[in-house]
T-cell receptor, first 110, second 118 residues
Framework: QKEVEQNSGPLSVPEGAIASLNCTYS??????FFWYRQYSGKSPELIMS????GDKEDGRFTAQLNKASQYVSLLIRDSQPSDSATYLC??????????FGPGTSLSVIP | EAGVVQSPRYKIIEKKQPVAFWCNPI?????LYWYRQNLGQGPELLIR????????DSQLPKDRFSAERLKGVDSTLKIQPAELGDSAVYLC????????????????FGPGTRLTVT
């Protein structure tokens, strides 16, 4: 099992809908989790971090962490065309190494 | 507040030539990371510094790659000699971690250097 796994997509949603991005992780990745957004040709930009089980909301974004099932998700409400990007899930190991998944491509259709 | 600065933004070299990348982290950030990102993949860590100390360089191909962060601020990553497979985007990131405490590891990335080896 890869340490951090994501569906590569592309995930397409209509404008105004909820986009749901999922990520699973291995036993090696057990601590903090992060979601980054990366526009084509640009560098990753931190959206949210989550450290404990449950939900964390920031504006239109909600991160959900379930350590028992080893998954973390990102919900984007009221999706906009400007949300079209690749979303990278990352997790931190016990020895402080952050491991990134391959990313999921999101396309929001006007 | 200025973000992470990297130079150059683009570099095209022939194989077997040397190349160097420079990074200046966000002011006050004590932890600096170098990543390599290939198309369609997530960033892969090459080396992590805490102040001047390289605390994780397990993924750095030491036969051809070297890095330094002499004064605990800016850093240089070098490849010598470059190979065709080194073509990628090289990203620098920084974070502020508390001394002796649990860190956030919330990383802020520079714009990257796109390296093409021909």
């Amino acid at each position: 099992q890869k340490e951090v796994e994501q569906n590569s997509g592309p995930l397409s949603v209509p404008e105004g809908a909820i986009a749901s991005l999922n990520c699973t992780y291995s036993d090696r990745v057990s601590q903090s989790f992060f979601w980054y957004r990366q526009y084509s040709g640009k560098s990753p930009e931190l959206i949210m971090s989550i450290y404990s089980n449950g939900d964390k909301e920031d504006g239109r974004f909600t991160a959900q962490l379930n350590k028992a099932s080893q998954y973390v998700s990102l919900l984007i409400r009221d999706s906009q065309p400007s949300d079209s990007a690749t979303y990278l899930c990352a997790g931190k190991t016990s020895y402080d190494k952050v491991i990134f998944g391959p990313g999921t491509s999101l396309s929001v259709i006007p | 507040e200025a973000g992470v600065v990297q130079s150059p933004r683009y570099k095209i070299i022939e194989k077997k030539q040397p190349v160097a990348f420079w990074c200046n982290p966000i002011s006050g950030h004590n932890t600096l990371y170098w990543y390599r990102q290939n198309l369609g993949q997530g960033p892969e860590l090459l080396i992590r510094y805490e102040n001047e100390e390289a605390v994780d360089d397990s993924q750095l191909p030491k036969d051809r790659f070297s890095a330094e962060r002499l004064k605990g601020v800016d850093s240089t990553l070098k490849i010598q000699p470059a190979e065709l497979g080194d073509s990628a985007v090289y990203l620098c990131a920084s974070s502020l971690e508390r001394e002796g405490g649990p860190g956030t590891y919330e990383q802020y990335f520079g714009p990257g250097t796109r390296l093409t080896v021909t």
